[in-house]
């Protein structure tokens, strides 16, 4: 059986999404003649963990792990919360930053490149490299964000000449957070030319969505394969419903996933129809931000909105399957064309119609209309999105809210494992 090392900082206990891709891959590799050996950090300050996913991990997998400095934890003593909200991801618009904000920000733009987990990247390839020569380690795999583990499979490539595959959960420099970053010039430049040289080196490169293959296929020509996130459960369409007209959305919303689009919408619906009134519920299951919540006030939606915050994955799970709509939100710029959130597969899969708000060009578009699951709008489209709630309102009262989807079985996380392992065999 081949051996392959994966290199990852999102492991279980983590929490969210970052950590789910290479934990299902993991899981399922062994059946396609591949032992996985996984290298991950001791101590890592992670902003969610979800103890249910330690299910998923076999017993015989062999686990590395070194210890981790993370400037996050030394950031605390002067703001916990700040420093929170920095680490999962949370930046506050600029308008209304606090000095101490902004500091924060300019420090872990220009002095952590190209991020706060640099400092693992020396003994890491300290320590692997030991590893790799003893254990006669021929493959590995980065995965990033955070991308300084790109810099870990660039050094041991260099050092060794083994087959390394980086793989690309979101872009690097087009990422979504990544202009607001405060960069100096000698930052940006510093971040392009690590980004070039990991492209260009690596043996292959796997990314999540088209999109983001054709911007690194002008950046670079090593070979690119697209390899989309997934679900890894039974589809099952027995669970009972929510008796309300529930509206679910799964995951972080922040100040750039604000959709007013939606919420005027919604407001409009509640004024208007006495019955919609009475039934709707809007669920936000995961961290949501002061600033989406003001908006929601705004509108007049206070009374509407269940805010669970962060629940494991089994209860998400769970929450998909009864809720009557799914909402998928992602922020109106041209960086998040390039992304495909990963619940959108397990979206699908649970069977429910999904409303996706987003930019103007996204692959979300083409999987929903392919498979079937759902329907994609605009931020500028109110009046096909008022029409469309309209409509599953009405086949709500008449239980007949549902989805006909096809074609689900190509994003199951085995059979996307079995492609992996075809690579990686190769």
């Not at 081949?2 to 990852?8: G, R, S």
């Not at 100096?184 to 030319?193: E, I, L, N, V």
């Not at 922040?254 to 007013?260: A, D, L, Q, V």
Request: glycine share 4%; charged share 20%.
């Amino acid at each position: 059986m081949k051996k392959v090392l994966i290199i990852t900082y999102y492991w279980p206990p983590a929490g969210g999404p970052g950590v789910q891709r290479w934990l299902k891959f993991v899981k399922y590799l062994p059946e396609f003649g591949i032992e996985p050996i996984v290298y991950c950090p001791d101590n890592p300050n992670y902003p969610f963990t979800d103890t249910s996913l330690v299910s998923d991990i076999n017993s015989d997998l062999t686990v590395l792990k070194t210890p981790i400095r993370e400037p996050y934890k030394w950031a605390q003593l002067f703001s916990k919360s700040k420093t929170a909200k920095l680490s999962k991801g949370l930046i506050t618009n600029q308008k209304k930053q606090s000095v101490l904000e902004k500091l924060l920000l300019f420090v872990r733009g220009n002095f952590f490149i190209p991020d706060a987990r640099i400092s693992w990247v020396r003994p890491s390839i300290l320590f692997l490299s030991d590893y790799i020569l003893t254990h006669k380690i021929d493959t590995i795999v980065t995965t990033g964000p955070p991308h300084s583990l790109h810099l870990i499979g660039l050094q041991l490539k260099q050092k060794h000449s083994i087959k390394w595959v980086a793989d690309f959960r979101d872009p690097w420099t087009q990422i979504g957070y990544h202009k607001k970053l405060k960069l100096s010039s000698f930052a940006q430049k510093k971040h392009k030319t690590l980004e070039a040289t990991v492209l260009q080196t690596a043996d292959e490169l796997l990314v999540t969505s088209l999109k983001t293959k054709t911007l690194f296929s002008e950046l670079t020509s090593t070979p690119i394969s697209v390899l989309t996130n997934g679900f890894d459960f039974e589809i099952s369409s027995g669970t009972p419903l929510d008796s309300k007209f529930t509206l679910s959305h799964i995951g972080s919303l922040f100040e750039g996933r604000n959709p007013s689009v939606l919420w005027k919408v919604l407001s409009g619906l509640i004024k208007e129809s006495e019955d919609f009134a009475e039934t709707f519920q809007l669920n936000l299951i995961g961290s949501v931000s002061t600033e989406v919540l003001d908006t929601l006030c705004s509108y007049g939606l206070e009374n509407y909105i269940s805010n669970l915050g962060y629940v494991s994955h089994t209860d998400v799970l769970e929450y998909q399957r009864k809720t009557q709509l799914l909402l998928l939100i992602e922020e109106d710029s041209k960086e998040t064309e390039y992304i495909i959130p990963g619940k959108l597969f397990e979206y699908m899969a649970s069977k429910r119609p999904i409303i996706a708000i987003g930019p103007e060009s996204s692959d979300v578009e083409a999987i929903l209309n392919q498979t079937y699951s759902g329907t994609y709008f605009r931020y500028d489209e109110a009046v096909a999105l008022r029409k469309l709630l309209l409509q599953h309102f009405e086949a709500y009262k008449d239980q007949q809210l549902k989805v006909d989807s096809k074609g689900l079985d190509a994003y199951s996380r085995k059979s996307l494992t079995q492609q992996l392992a075809h690579k990686l065999l190769n």
